[in-house]
């Protein structure tokens, strides 16, 4: 079983359009993150959220809007899509407390604007 | 916000050397991560180092923190083409996750 899955792996669209990327955890993990990785392989943190609070990094668009159904699963919903979003992104997820810094990844989602 | 320099940005080494990867933050680390990235793979963990001094191995991979908690550095013993991909620290960062440098490409020679 994967530990931390997304769809899709691939996505191809056209500017201003409005996608999601689907993440979902079977750790029981209490906090999950959305990552941004660029062309460069920068990695770069974009949400954290748990049951109780999203903390958001303050250079990230507010056309991305992170949704959490339930705590097993954080999407990521991007609205009128520009070319600078097409990237790598990765869902993480972590256990609070003394571990909370070991994430276990997803493979990642990689969006192409066109 | 703390930022992680990581050298070299990439490495071409041949197969059986060994080689070291830095790591260094503009502030004291309170928690130091090392993951590895296969390339068009997720990130997997490899270990943490929080006490200055610290080492910690796993395998042909050591990684150790400085006394300062502001540097740390990977080394691997006699590399295997396994070992090809992309290494990353992190450290607590903003948003409640974790901030990483812009990693360190590892290519194997056979």
């Known amino acids: 079983d994967t530990a931390v899955s997304q769809t899709p792996k691939y996505l191809v669209t056209q500017m201003g359009n409005d996608k999601s990327i689907k993440c979902e955890q079977n750790l029981g993990h209490d906090t999950m993150y959305w990552y941004k990785q660029d062309s460069k392989k920068f990695l770069k943190i974009m949400f954290s959220y748990n049951n109780k609070e999203l903390i958001i990094n303050e250079t990230v668009p507010n056309r991305f809007s992170p949704k959490s159904p339930d705590k097993a699963h954080l999407n990521l919903h991007i609205n009128s899509l520009e070319l600078g979003d097409s990237a790598v992104y990765f869902c993480?997820?972590?256990?609070?407390?003394?571990?909370?810094?070991?994430?276990?990844f997803g493979e990642g989602s990689r969006l192409t604007v066109l | 916000s703390q930022e992680l320099e990581q050298s070299p940005q990439s490495l071409i080494v041949q197969e059986g050397k060994n080689l070291t990867i830095n790591c260094t933050s503009s502030?004291?680390?309170?928690?130091l991560y090392w993951y590895k990235q296969k390339y068009g793979e997720g990130l997997i963990f490899l270990m943490m180092?929080?006490?200055?001094?610290e080492e910690k191995s796993h395998e042909k991979i050591t990684a150790k923190l400085d006394e300062k908690k502001q540097q740390s550095s990977l080394h691997i013993t006699a590399s295997q083409p396994s070992h090809a991909g992309i290494y990353l620290c992190g450290a607590a960062g903003g948003a409640d996750g974790l901030t990483f440098g812009k990693g360190t490409h590892l290519i194997i020679q056979p």
């Open positions: 180092l929080q006490k200055g001094g």
């Open positions: 993480a997820s972590s256990q609070r407390g003394r571990a909370a810094g070991e994430l276990f």
């Open positions: 502030k004291t680390l309170y928690g």
